[in-house]
C-alpha cells in the first residue's frame, strides 16, 4: 500500500475509535462533572457550580472545563470564594495511583479570601461536619505543575467600609502544588500605584484554613515601577528584596534606587534617591509599618519610620512617618524643590519631622502635611550679591561698616514650620550671623516661590555704628530710640518677592512703635 492508501486507513480507523467511543465519553464526562462538584462542595463547603467539562483519553488523561465558581457555604452576599473561566488539566496513566496531576493550566482566576476565621473559611484539610474524615483525605492530590494567567488574588476587609486588598497577577506558576506542604511558586504581578511589575519567586503554604493570616510565605522580589503615576512625583525605580513571614506579618528587606526623582509640579532638578528598608507587612489587609528606611536624597542622608495604612472608604493608602536627619544638605533640598542653578545657598541641615500624606487624586505637593524643625548651619549663599548683603549685615551689626576683612560670613538658621495645602508656613525662623540676629514668621509657597514674611532685626551695634561718616553723626541721638530688648538696635522688617529675587525692607511705624 502506498503512504496515501495508509494515511486513509489510519484516518478510517481514528474515525471509527471516536465513534465507539463517544457515548462513553459523554458518560464518564457526566460522572466526572458530578465527581468534581460533589469533591470540591466536601473540601471547601461550597455551593459549586461548573458550567461544562470535557474529558480526553489519548495519549494521556485530560480534562477541561469551564465557568468553575465555587460560593462558600452559598453565600451570596460576598464574592465567590474561587471563580476561574477556563481550566485545563492533564495526568499520565500511571500518575493516578499516585493521585498526581502531571499539569494544570487556568485562565481567569479569582480568588475572595474572607477575613476571619472557622465560620469565614473552609477547612480545606476536612469533609463537611465535624471530625468526619472523607475517604479521599487518606492522601492529598498533589499538583507536579500549575500555570496561571492573569489571575486575581483578593483579601476582603476585616472592617467595614475598608476596601479589599487586591493583587493582580500576571503568571503564576507553582510546583508541586499540595494542601498540606509548600509549594514553591514564581509569580509576577502587576503593581497598581506606582504602576510597575514585580517578579516574585519563593515557597507559598501550606495553607491554614482556621487562620489564613498565619500561611507562611518567602521568597525574594524585584520591582520596577514608574513613580510618575503618583501624581505629584516622577522617576524610574527599581527596588529589589526578601519577605518571609505568615501572611498577617511578613518581614521584609531591601533596597530602591531611583536615579531622576522629581516633583515635576515645582519644576526642579531632579535628584538621585536611594533607600535601604526594613518593613512588617500585614498581607491580609496591605496596611505596612516601615521599622527602618534610611534614604540618600542626592548627598542627604535621611531616617524615617511609620506606617502605610488604608483607610474606611477610600481608595490608596495613607503615608505617616517620624522623619530626621542629622546629615542633611540645604542644596539638595533646594535642587529638588527650586528651579535655581546652582542652588542659592550651601550648607548643613538638621530636620526633624512629622510626614502624613493621605491618599487622594491631588497632587503630592498638595497633600503632603509636614509639622518639625529645622536647624540649618554654617550656610552661605552662593549668589554674590546676596552673600554681600549678608556680610554687610555682619559688618554694620558689629558696627564696623567699613571693615572690608569681615567677608564670606555664615548664617544659621533655626525654625519651627508647617507643610499643608502647599504653603510652608514658618512660625518662627530666627536667622543670626556674627553682630545681628533676625525673627520673622511667615508663609512660603511652593509653587510661585511667592514670601511673605515679617519680623525684626536686632543688631548689636548701635544704630548710628551701623553708618559711617555724615550718617554716623547725624543718627547719634536717634540711639535711644532703636535700642529694644537688649539689642543696640532694633528694626521691624518685612520680607516679600521670590525665594530667588527677595525684597527686605524696614518697617518705620513698626521700629518706632517697637511692635513686630
Known amino acids: 500500500m502506498t503512504r496515501s492508501q495508509w494515511l486513509a486507513v489510519g484516518g478510517v480507523v481514528l474515525i471509527a475509535a471516536a465513534a465507539a467511543t463517544a457515548p462513553v465519553t459523554r458518560l464518564a464526562e ?300 540645604i542644596e539638595d533640598y533646594l535642587r529638588l524643590t527650586v528651579p535655581v542653578e546652582p542652588p542659592l545657598m550651601t550648607g548643613v541641615v538638621t530636620l526633624t519631622t512629622s510626614f502624613d500624606l493621605p491618599p487622594g487624586e491631588a497632587d503630592v505637593v498638595d497633600r503632603l502635611e509636614l509639622d518639625g524643625r529645622v536647624h540649618l548651619a554654617t550656610a552661605r549663599f552662593t549668589r554674590a550679591a546676596i552673600q554681600d548683603k549678608v556680610d554687610e549685615l555682619s559688618r554694620r551689626g558689629r558696627g564696623r561698616p567699613e571693615d572690608d576683612r569681615v567677608d564670606d560670613v555664615a548664617s544659621n538658621i533655626d525654625t519651627t514650620f508647617a507643610l499643608k495645602d502647599g504653603t510652608l508656613r514658618l512660625r518662627r525662623l530666627t536667622y543670626t550671623v556674627t553682630g545681628a540676629t533676625i525673627r520673622l514668621g511667615g508663609a512660603y509657597h511652593l509653587e510661585s516661590r511667592a514670601m511673605d514674611f515679617a519680623g525684626e532685626a536686632l543688631l548689636d551695634a548701635s544704630v548710628s555704628n551701623t553708618q559711617r561718616g555724615f550718617k554716623h553723626y547725624l543718627l547719634k541721638p536717634f540711639d535711644p530710640l532703636f535700642r529694644r530688648k537688649g539689642a543696640g538696635t532694633r528694626l521691624a522688617i518685612d520680607v516679600s518677592g521670590t525665594v530667588d529675587r527677595p525684597r527686605f525692607g524696614v518697617a518705620v511705624g513698626r521700629t518706632l512703635l517697637g511692635r513686630k
Not at 472545563?65 to 488539566?89: K, S
Not at 495526568?91 to 469565614?120: F, Y
Not at 531591601?254 to 535601604?276: Q, V, Y
Open 30 to 329: 457526566s460522572w466526572a462533572h458530578a465527581r468534581i462538584t460533589r469533591a470540591l462542595a466536601e473540601r471547601f463547603e461550597s455551593e459549586v457550580t461548573l458550567e461544562g467539562l470535557t474529558l480526553g483519553w489519548f495519549p494521556s488523561l485530560s480534562a477541561s472545563g469551564t465557568g468553575l465558581t465555587l460560593r462558600y457555604r452559598g453565600r451570596r452576599d460576598q464574592p465567590p470564594l474561587i471563580h476561574l473561566r477556563h481550566f485545563t488539566a492533564r495526568a499520565g496513566w500511571w500518575s493516578l495511583p499516585i493521585r498526581r496531576i502531571d499539569a494544570v493550566v487556568v485562565e481567569g482566576l479569582e480568588i475572595n479570601i474572607p477575613p476571619g476565621r472557622g465560620a469565614d473559611m473552609p477547612k480545606l484539610g476536612k469533609a463537611s461536619g465535624p471530625d468526619r474524615q472523607s475517604p479521599d483525605d487518606r492522601s492529598t492530590v498533589s499538583i507536579r505543575h500549575l500555570a496561571a494567567e492573569n489571575a486575581r488574588l483578593t483579601i476582603l476587609p476585616k472592617t467595614d467600609g475598608k476596601n479589599p486588598h487586591v493583587f493582580d497577577i500576571f503568571r503564576l506558576d507553582m510546583a508541586d502544588v499540595r494542601l498540606d506542604a509548600p509549594s514553591a511558586f514564581k509569580a509576577t504581578l502587576t503593581n497598581p500605584i506606582p504602576f510597575g511589575s514585580i517578579e516574585s519567586q519563593g515557597a507559598f503554604g501550606p495553607w491554614v484554613s482556621d487562620e489564613p493570616g498565619q500561611t507562611p510565605v518567602a521568597g525574594t522580589f524585584v520591582f520596577n515601577a514608574d513613580l510618575g503615576t503618583i501624581k505629584g512625583i516622577a522617576g524610574a525605580l527599581t527596588s529589589h528584596g526578601r519577605f518571609s513571614g505568615p501572611l498577617a506579618r511578613i518581614e521584609a528587606a531591601g533596597s530602591t534606587r531611583t536615579p531622576d526623582f522629581r516633583i515635576p509640579k515645582l519644576r526642579a532638578a531632579a535628584l538621585p534617591l536611594e533607600t535601604e528598608f526594613e518593613a512588617v507587612i500585614d498581607g491580609t489587609s496591605g496596611d505596612v509599618e516601615l521599622t527602618r528606611v534610611m534614604s540618600e536624597l542626592g548627598a542627604s542622608a535621611i531616617l524615617a519610620r511609620g506606617r502605610v495604612v488604608g483607610m474606611n472608604g477610600i481608595k490608596g493608602k495613607r503615608v505617616v512617618l517620624d522623619v530626621t536627619s542629622d546629615d542633611s544638605h
